[in-house]
């Protein structure tokens, strides 16, 4: 097996653009919010090409004060994009993102680093910042379902309980369709990545169980902390008369 990836030219990577721009134009079709879609996008690009330098120097750093603050930043800038989709209720809810994926995200982290992987020392940046990204990620998405899904119930003047109920059935279901469909509909990317790389599949399997092992228990705790401390929040205690 070829143990390399092929490196993709800025050319060859133009070509992935071809199938993007048809759907923005089915977008523009449809008179549907192009812009937002374009901004994500040319967002998306830029991030990543800078990253790709930043990590350049990262995961040779040997510096655990730079690891420690890049994953604070992560959860700092995951808990602020959480609450996007209520941004009227954004501030009186940072506090508690920010304990929920710290707690739910930070644990989860943990454990699966220093319990499964046993790194050492614990601040490997080749792992241990692709780890942080995917778990804080899919905590800021649960997060944010969950805050949407909150909102809404409550403005449909259910009570708090009924709506907490909601919104923490409405985070999982993301998950709960990948848990059902990996390996019979999709290899997710940290499989693909490793049999790419030419590691056996029998191991890119256990890896890739680690991960969806992390996800979701970070996804639950995180949303489930959430949930909890917005109750204490007196913008959100009542429904609506």
Request: charged share 10%; hydrophobic share 55%.
């Amino acid at each position: 097996m070829n143990s390399t990836i092929t490196p993709i030219s800025l050319t060859d990577l133009a070509i992935a653009f071809i199938p993007v721009l048809f759907g923005l134009y089915l977008l523009f079709r449809w008179s549907l919010n192009v812009k937002q879609a374009s901004y994500a996008l040319l967002r998306m690009l830029s991030q990543l090409l800078m990253i790709g330098y930043v990590l350049s120097y990262i995961f040779y750093s040997d510096n655990a004060w730079l690891i420690s603050t890049i994953l604070l930043m992560m959860v700092l800038i995951s808990s602020w994009i959480a609450l996007d989709s209520i941004k009227d209720n954004r501030l009186p809810l940072l506090k508690g993102a920010i304990v929920a994926i710290t707690i739910g995200g930070g644990a989860t982290l943990i454990l699966m680093t220093q319990g499964v992987l046993k790194l050492d020392p614990w601040y490997q940046p080749k792992i241990l910042i692709p780890l942080a990204g995917m778990i804080f990620a899919n905590a800021m998405n649960s997060v944010s379902l969950s805050a949407e899904r909150l909102m809404s119930e409550l403005n449909n003047n259910n009570t708090y309980q009924v709506a907490r109920n909601q919104a923490l059935n409405a985070a999982t279901i993301p998950m709960i369709n990948s848990l059902l469909a990996v390996g019979l509909v999709s290899l997710p990317g940290m499989m693909t990545g490793q049999i790419l790389s030419g590691v056996s599949p029998l191991i890119a399997a256990r890896y890739q169980i680690l991960v969806m092992c992390m996800i979701f228990s970070s996804s639950i705790i995180s949303a489930f902390i959430f949930l909890v401390m917005a109750q204490k929040t007196t913008l959100i205690q009542k429904p609506k008369p």
